[in-house]
């Protein structure tokens, strides 16, 4: 790869982009005028809010004690409300009826309300005056002494019947009417009328409750024996600094993601449009330096784009902050301007995290065949990257070794960390994050380069599509074996399932309900779909689901493989837990069913179990997962790629991320043998001898291990249970790798997608060398 060309590319791609109208807008005009506009609505909107006076409806007043007064002058008194308040309220009063038309004054209150004529109505029934005073009463009345004749027990009987009666006055009183608010909060000016009404009656009911101690003698402290003193050690500035440590990051990544999408729409799809992208594949430069001189403009635009919004949302903040604490409310906020340091480590992120998104959107545009289908696709992206960079945002994400290894959401609660200054935490998983991130882009730039080394890819023709069309095209042009997109489809639909079965599932409380909830679920929901696709929408199932004999000595070299390789997936899962650790609600399921495989072995023997925990779900498993699933996959020209996507949706179905990971890895093992063999019995030995082994493990081996001297060595009991040793785990490795050498050495029979794409790789080298 020569850099001239490159560097010949990118400023071709440049001068191109700049002189597109709509582009300059999205990049340069958008972020300049979005924030400013944005913070000028707000300031609009709070100001309204601040100024807006609120018309309400008071029923009832003239039956409210004369002290403390709530009302004085038409308007509520002084003591309860400020005058900034009082000046946005305007209230009406209008007499209370009887006690036998309270129902009909509050349909005409809920009628009021609901037209809008008031955005509050506040009743105040005729014996909420009573209630009032009953209350007082009670505080009032002096402790009775009881006399008796030195008897202790006649004094206690007394007592006791004096507290019942003051309990039973308490309980009346409690019953009586209280004062109701109508509001309606499909309307924000109500709700927020509500919430000065209420301010109001909080004050006033304090000041009542202060009169009733002092006229009863109680000192105040009675009801409040003690206060929560509060001592904040934030230091100076810290605050608002955390704040802007979730959103700067949040911000940046997602304008560096559209601001890199729509360039390498137009890079990709508008060339397609424009008959420009066949003058520039026949220029000296190869495919993969018009990728990288793409690549590096979708990236300055990226950049670029997240540079100009930064700087417009910084300008902003430090106007509204300032115009904020102008009015007094800067305190209440608990914010200020973005720190100047928060900027620099954002602009030292963007470059790899444009990469990144510049490299996906340059393969997901290469794959489009107008702008308009490009624009289409800008959803699914957001729909994987938004969870990504939502999970940052939730309350108790923090920095660690877990969170580090996931992609996008390590990069945000990196900067997060280097914002707040805890430096010594972000330098701690600073290499882990940069490697998730690195990998990822390596990945996503030969992904690109792939889908422009595809004629099929960039050149795809346009095409009609209907549910008629579709069903027709299922039926009558079906192939030997599904498609890539039924293969997809299908996955999908067994997560779908899946998502929808665990909804409806219950806790199994016997061996009986295990049983059938397992057969029943890995049957109807995993084997079933995949059986009915393979019939419906491909002319050979026994091809589609690889069902034939395999040379014979590849089954107990698969029951080796599952014996080698367990002790590797044991401590890989191992890890994983510590990594990201069980809640103490699924450490309790977890319990539960240990205690569930003990009843269960007890109950039908250890051979039933095997049956319905390991047997029945390599069987049904291998048939969708390495039958239908992988044999659709493959038709995209990646042997490996179709094996990592068939183990992906293996491991989405077992719900939880602890054991998807674990079976995501044995997923790609198992793959590997069902793509070298092209035989399922392979795989469903190797399935099920692995899967019984981890119930050996848990229900057997702690029964042996006084007894046998080979379960001594191979093992060693923990805190966590019986565990293999380091000597048994070491062994492992080079076993596991002997046995898929072995394997390796069996012909391999491509499929004519992927001898196709060798073939476009051979002469790319080929063209290459002699270049």
Request: one cysteine or more; glycine letters at 6%.
């Amino acid at each position: 790869m020569k850099s001239s060309n490159v560097k010949w590319v990118f400023l071709r791609e440049v001068r191109d982009q700049l002189r597109d109208r709509r582009t300059l807008f999205t990049i340069v005009v958008l972020p300049l005028l979005l924030y400013p506009l944005l913070g000028m609505s707000f300031l609009q909107i709070t100001q309204f809010q601040r100024e807006h006076v609120s018309p309400i409806l008071v029923i009832g007043a003239e039956s409210l004690p004369e002290a403390p007064s709530l009302f004085a002058d038409d308007g509520f008194a002084d003591a309860f409300c400020s005058p900034s308040e009082a000046r946005r309220v305007q209230l009406e009063f209008q007499p209370a009826a009887a006690d036998g038309d309270l129902d009909e004054w509050r349909s005409t209150a809920q009628t009021a309300v609901q037209e809008g004529n008031y955005d509050v109505v506040l009743i105040f029934p005729a014996a909420f005056s009573e209630r009032l005073r009953r209350i007082q009463e009670q505080l009032d009345r002096p402790a009775k002494r009881v006399k008796t004749d030195g008897a202790d027990g006649d004094s206690d009987g007394a007592k006791k019947e004096v507290a019942a009666t003051r309990v039973a006055e308490a309980e009346d009183a409690a019953d009586m009417p209280e004062p109701e608010i109508f509001l309606n909060t499909a309307r924000e000016k109500s709700t927020m009328a509500r919430d000065r009404v209420a301010a109001v009656l909080r004050v006033w009911r304090a000041a009542i409750v202060d009169d009733n101690l002092k006229q009863a003698e109680v000192p105040q402290a009675a009801t409040e024996p003690f206060e929560m003193v509060n001592t904040d050690v934030a230091r100076d500035g810290t605050r608002h600094v955390a704040i802007w440590s979730k959103v700067l990051p949040f911000v940046v990544l997602i304008w560096s993601l559209t601001g890199a999408f729509y360039p390498a729409i137009d890079l990709c799809a508008g060339e397609k449009e424009r008959g420009t992208l066949e003058t520039l594949l026949c220029s000296p430069a190869e495919r993969s330096e018009i990728v990288w001189g793409k690549l590096l403009t979708v990236i300055a635009f990226s950049v670029s784009t997240s540079l100009l919004n930064l700087f417009s949302m910084g300008l902003t903040g430090v106007f509204i902050m300032s115009q904020i604490s102008a009015i007094g409310g800067n305190a209440a906020v608990g914010i200020g301007p973005p720190p100047l340091a928060a900027m620099g480590w954002l602009v030292v992120a963007l470059v790899p995290i444009s990469a990144l998104f510049s490299a996906l959107s340059l393969a997901i545009a290469a794959f489009a065949r107008s702008s308009k289908e490009g624009q289409y696709y800008l959803m699914p992206l957001l729909m994987i990257t938004l969870p990504l960079m939502m999970l940052p945002l939730m309350p108790g994400a923090e920095l660690d070794l877990g969170t580090s290894l996931i992609p996008v959401t390590g990069v945000m609660l990196l900067l997060g960390a280097l914002i707040e200054g805890h430096y010594l935490e972000a330098f701690r998983f600073l290499l882990p994050v940069i490697g998730v991130t690195g990998v990822c882009c390596w990945l996503a730039v030969r992904w690109a380069i792939d889908q422009f080394n595809n004629e099929s890819v960039l050149f795809r023709e346009s095409e009609q599509w209907g549910v008629g069309l579709w069903l027709r095209h299922m039926v009558r042009d079906r192939r030997e074996t599904p498609s890539l997109g039924e293969g997809v489809m299908c996955g999908v639909l067994l997560l779908i399932i899946h998502f929808f079965a665990t909804l409806m599932a219950r806790a199994p409380h016997s061996w009986a309900d295990f049983a059938s909830m397992t057969v029943i679920s890995q049957v109807a929901f995993i084997a079933v779909p995949a059986l009915l696709m393979a019939i419906i929408l491909t002319r050979d199932v026994r091809q589609t689901l690889l069902v034939r004999m395999p040379r014979p000595t590849t089954l107990p070299m698969s029951v080796l493989l599952a014996v080698a390789i367990h002790p590797l997936g044991f401590v890989f899962g191992q890890g994983v837990q510590r990594l990201y650790p069980f809640n103490d609600e699924m450490l309790v399921q977890m319990q539960q069913f240990g205690g569930l495989l003990g009843d269960m072995r007890a109950a039908v023997g250890l051979g039933a179990v095997l049956f319905v925990i390991a047997v029945v779900p390599a069987v049904c498993e291998e048939l969708a997962f390495r039958g239908f699933i992988l044999s659709g996959l493959r038709h995209q020209g990646h042997r490996w790629l179709a094996i990592l996507f068939s183990s992906i949706f293996f491991g989405a179905t077992h719900g939880i991320l602890q054991q998807s990971l674990p079976a995501c890895a044995i997923g790609i093992v198992i793959g590997y043998v069902a793509v070298q063999t092209r035989s399922l019995l392979p795989c469903i030995l190797l399935h099920a001898v692995y899967n019984s082994l981890s119930i050996v493990l848990a229900m057997v081996i702690p029964g042996l291990a006084a007894e046998s001297l080979i379960v001594q060595w191979l093992f060693v009991e923990t805190g966590e249970g019986w565990v293999y040793r380091a000597q048994t785990v070491v062994a492992a490795i080079p076993a596991s790798l002997l046995i898929l050498l072995w394997f390796r050495r069996l012909p391999y029979q491509a499929t004519p997608e992927e001898e196709r794409h060798q073939a476009l790789g051979h002469q790319a080298a080929t063209a290459m060398v002699d270049y």
